[in-house]
């Protein structure tokens, strides 16, 4: 075994051995390796709790039908062994309904796909916390959730809801994932999940003492074109993978109003926003774990226009060219185009490159692709991040062939959908699969933080 400094994790013959959630485990049993002294004891992590009110049969398939839900982490030792052995019993019948409650902190495009999300899984979504009254407001009206809040804080303490959706921009995602770590509940946190790999790393710290299931939204992972793709991979199509390139072209207008995308410390910029959906893509489809990166960022502008506060990107639009020229104006220290070349380390330990691209004003044919080239042929998926195409060329030709697959209709919400069916699943101890984490999320911090330090400057520049 070696260990690799940069990132501060472990390799073993070329498998992945840094920190995961076991799902080879009882639910809240602890996974081999694990020295936290709050979970050396076995933690269950469901309790028994009849429903107040009536779930639908789809709700029951979805969640369980024993009854069940998080359980508060001030439970005795004593009372764990009783609900193990009930949950050992009883898991499958039909004892009670699944009430799993939630909470969403955010009310912008995010939020509102994420409380959809949980819905459609079974939770009940009780609050919803934005920072401004009316576009918070209107919000919880769409969706017909009527405690709409603008203290998460307060939120959190009086309701102590069992799953928290973060959804903002990555300023406050370490307080918040903290506060809610401490207060036991489960966390999914919008991507990415901090804005450097030390806070990101504190994140992680917060929900693994606490004990509670974390997820990242790495949501691209489950478009279908993705998932054929890996499927293609898998079955030899394009022989032993050589490289990969995810390039994404936004061609966003230029006076698009001052919001925290602008401002690093709020969480912006191209590199922060973009390169997590390539890099979960690119690990995803290889089956690799992405080790080291090297980049350059360039801010583009220096100074945006000050519009309207911005509260949903769908409503995002650019300022009229007069009211610019006379308008307030605020500098822009946050990246608008990224390019870096990161590391994968394949299963068995070879290693592998992946090219990513990220600008956010220029303009392509297609918004951007996802290319997967092996010593067989490649891959091409266009319309990065959440692909509407796929073509496939032998290494033998000269020509391209359509690949057809089903695309969603709706496939950014499609994405948060899967994401947190998932994840609700692991809670109620009916695990689907795998799905990303904050130690995902931690290891793209790391990334990114690589990739900045790696800029060049006057010092390396030829004279």
Request: glycine share 10%; charged share 20%; aromatic share 6%.
């Amino acid at each position: 075994m070696f260990h690799d400094s940069s990132l501060g994790v472990a390799h073993a013959r070329g498998e992945w051995a840094g920190r995961f959630i076991d799902r080879t485990a009882h639910p809240g049993e602890l996974s081999p390796g694990s020295n936290h002294p709050r979970r050396r004891q076995w933690r269950p992590n469901l309790r028994i709790r009849p429903s107040a009110r009536p779930t639908s049969g789809s709700q029951k398939s979805q969640l369980g039908s024993a009854g069940v839900r998080p359980m508060s982490r001030s439970a005795s030792a004593g009372s764990n062994e009783v609900v193990r052995s009930l949950w050992m019993k009883c898991h499958g019948a039909a004892t009670g309904m699944v009430e799993v409650r939630g909470m969403v902190i955010g009310t912008g495009w995010a939020g509102e796909g994420y409380a959809t999300a949980l819905r459609r899984s079974g939770v009940d979504v009780v609050a919803l916390c934005g920072r401004s009254p009316e576009p918070a407001r209107a919000v919880g009206a769409r969706l017909g959730i009527d405690d709409v809040r603008l203290d998460w804080r307060a939120a959190l303490d009086e309701l102590e809801p069992d799953v928290v959706a973060i959804t903002t921009p990555a300023g406050p995602h370490r307080e918040m994932v903290e506060h809610a770590a401490r207060r036991g509940a489960h966390v999914v946190c919008e991507k990415p999940l901090g804005r450097s790999g030390p806070e990101a790393r504190r994140m992680l710290d917060a929900v693994e003492g606490a004990g509670v299931r974390h997820a990242y939204g790495g949501t691209s992972r489950y478009t279908p074109g993705l998932v054929k793709a890996r499927d293609l991979v898998i079955e030899d199509a394009i022989g032993e993978l050589r490289e990969i390139e995810v390039v994404v072209h936004m061609n966003l207008p230029p006076l698009l109003p001052y919001c925290w995308v602008h401002s690093l410390e709020a969480g912006g910029g191209m590199l922060m926003n973009g390169m997590p959906h390539g890099l979960v893509q690119a690990e995803y489809v290889s089956g690799g774990k992405a080790v080291w990166a090297i980049g350059h960022t360039d801010v583009v502008v220096d100074r945006v226009p000050v519009g309207p506060p911005v509260h949903d990107f769908r409503l995002w639009t650019p300022i009229d060219p007069d009211e610019a020229a006379h308008g307030p104006w605020r500098e822009n220290d946050a990246d608008m185009t990224a390019t870096a070349v990161i590391g994968i380390e394949l299963p068995g330990g070879r290693m592998i490159t992946a090219l990513f691209h990220l600008a956010a004003f220029t303009a392509t044919r297609h918004v951007g692709y996802l290319a997967v080239h092996g010593t067989k042929g490649s891959i091409q998926l266009d319309d990065a991040p959440w692909f509407s195409r796929m073509s496939y060329r032998s290494a033998a030709s000269d020509q391209w062939t359509e690949v057809p697959f089903t695309a969603e209709e709706n496939p950014i919400q499609s994405g948060w959908d899967h994401l947190i069916k998932d994840f609700a699943a692991d809670i109620n101890g009916h695990r689907t699969g795998s799905y990303p984490t904050f130690t995902d999320g931690w290891r793209a911090n790391e990334l990114m933080d690589q990739v900045r330090a790696s800029r060049p400057t006057a010092a390396h520049q030829p004279a």
